[in-house]
């Protein structure tokens, strides 16, 4: 899992820039607290199953996730060159502020933010970054967000999914999302480990992490976001997901049936009319990402059926570190121009990317 000696094409040579969307980060103070949290056996079943396998295990991939996490510089930097990453948009790696109790949640969001803009400014043409906030603290998380996009120069928001149980959906966070389209700027909603409630039979079958839990858990809160209505009440909230979606575009038809049934019969007290389908919602407020999703048929079909303007390349560094994985989506079945769509301009247009900087910093070593 060091660095990979590949043959990877550097920018140049490719025709595009390689902007990867969803890679991970953390700092050190973060991680400190993570251990002592998992020493009390605080932060719940999740979080220590997450976390207590990244943190303790001494196998190779959960070695190098937490040697890489938290740098900023020259390691990192050293591994985007080896596979012809020229840019990364860095969120604080899942939990984030979200296992933590308010105070902390606070803290860490600020020092994550400082350290994190810092990095930004000083290699403009590698990095850029998500805010981190601490959502239950409502007033609180919207002040940063303001302070991350307008003095710092974030790009955007990273949210870890569950907020402790909670959803964003829920009224309690409205002001958030309204600052959000107020900012013009997007909501990454990241995976985290399922709630304490959904883990059990997951945890069980070893089921909870990357391999499905995660997407299980994350695809709902995004479907809650779409049919309690919060995209008709916020028409402008701009929200990118990874992994494709979380499966969501494979189920877009059974969707809108479902969706317009239940509406019809009164079924639910949750389910309301909503402005469009379900479907809808994914062509008009969200933008996906292929990260750990590197295959073929479900990039072009996820294209196909949300937009071409609509997917992005994303590599999920340090968690999934692999040359091959660039190649292969190198030799997507797409024209040059629509490559230069997938891997460069959809991420410039959705994060507000400084598309000079990044060009002047292109890759081109080898
Ligand atoms: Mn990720």
């Known amino acids: 899992m060091s660095a990979q000696a590949t043959n990877n094409p550097t920018s140049e040579n490719a025709g595009y820039l390689r902007i990867a969307t969803e890679e991970a980060w953390a700092p050190i103070e973060m991680l400190d607290l993570y251990r002592r949290m998992l020493a009390k056996n605080e932060g719940g079943p999740g979080f220590e199953r997450l976390i207590g396998h990244y943190m303790t295990s001494d196998a190779e991939r959960p070695r190098f996730v937490r040697d890489r996490l938290?740098?900023?510089?020259?390691?990192?930097?050293?591994?985007?060159?080896?596979?012809?990453?020229?840019?990364?948009?860095?969120?604080?790696?899942?939990?984030?502020?979200?296992?933590?109790?308010?105070?902390?949640?606070?803290?860490?969001?600020?020092?994550?933010?400082?350290?994190?803009?810092?990095?930004?400014?000083?290699?403009?043409?590698?990095?850029?970054?998500?805010?981190?906030?601490?959502?239950?603290?409502?007033?609180?998380?919207?002040?940063?967000?303001?302070?991350?996009?307008?003095?710092?120069?974030?790009?955007?928001?990273?949210?870890?999914?569950?907020?402790?149980?909670h959803y964003l959906d829920e009224q309690q966070f409205y002001p958030i999302l309204e600052a959000l389209e107020a900012l013009e700027v997007p909501l990454y909603l990241h995976p985290n480990t399922p709630n304490d409630i959904m883990i059990g039979p997951l945890a069980e079958a070893g089921l909870d992490g990357g391999i499905y839990g995660f997407a299980v858990e994350t695809g709902m809160h995004l479907l809650r976001i779409i049919t309690s209505g919060v995209l008709d009440r916020f028409p402008r909230l701009k929200i990118v997901v990874g992994h494709l979606g979380e499966g969501l575009p494979f189920w877009f038809y059974r969707l809108d049936y479902m969706h317009g049934?239940?509406?019809?019969?009164?079924?639910?007290?949750?389910?309301?009319?909503?402005?469009?389908?379900v479907s809808e919602y994914f062509r008009r407020n969200i933008w996906l990402t292929s990260s750990?999703?590197?295959?073929?048929?479900?990039?072009?079909?996820?294209?196909?059926?949300?937009?071409?303007?609509?997917?992005?390349?994303?590599?999920?560094?340090?968690?999934?570190?692999?040359?091959?994985?660039?190649?292969?989506?190198?030799?997507?079945?797409?024209?040059?121009?629509?490559?230069?769509?997938?891997?460069?301009?959809?991420?410039?247009?959705?994060?507000?990317?400084?598309?000079?900087?990044?060009?002047?910093?292109r890759v081109s070593r080898v």
């Open 292 to 361: 750990g999703m590197p295959w073929a048929p479900t990039i072009m079909y996820t294209r196909e059926v949300v937009g071409p303007d609509r997917v992005m390349y994303a590599m999920d560094y340090p968690y999934q570190y692999l040359a091959e994985e660039v190649r292969m989506q190198d030799n997507l079945p797409m024209s040059s121009q629509e490559k230069v769509q997938f891997f460069q301009d959809n991420a410039i247009r959705v994060f507000d990317l400084d598309e000079t900087a990044i060009s002047s910093g």
């Open 70 to 165: 938290t740098d900023l510089g020259e390691s990192r930097l050293a591994d985007m060159d080896a596979v012809g990453v020229d840019h990364a948009v860095l969120g604080l790696t899942s939990p984030g502020t979200q296992a933590l109790a308010p105070d902390a949640a606070r803290e860490i969001a600020t020092l994550s933010n400082d350290h994190l803009a810092e990095a930004c400014r000083r290699y403009p043409a590698r990095f850029s970054g998500l805010a981190a906030v601490g959502f239950e603290d409502v007033p609180g998380a919207v002040k940063e967000l303001e302070r991350g996009i307008t003095d710092l120069g974030l790009k955007g928001l990273i949210c870890n999914s569950h907020i402790r149980g």
């Open 261 to 277: 049934g239940q509406v019809a019969s009164k079924r639910y007290e949750a389910i309301k009319p909503l402005q469009l389908k």
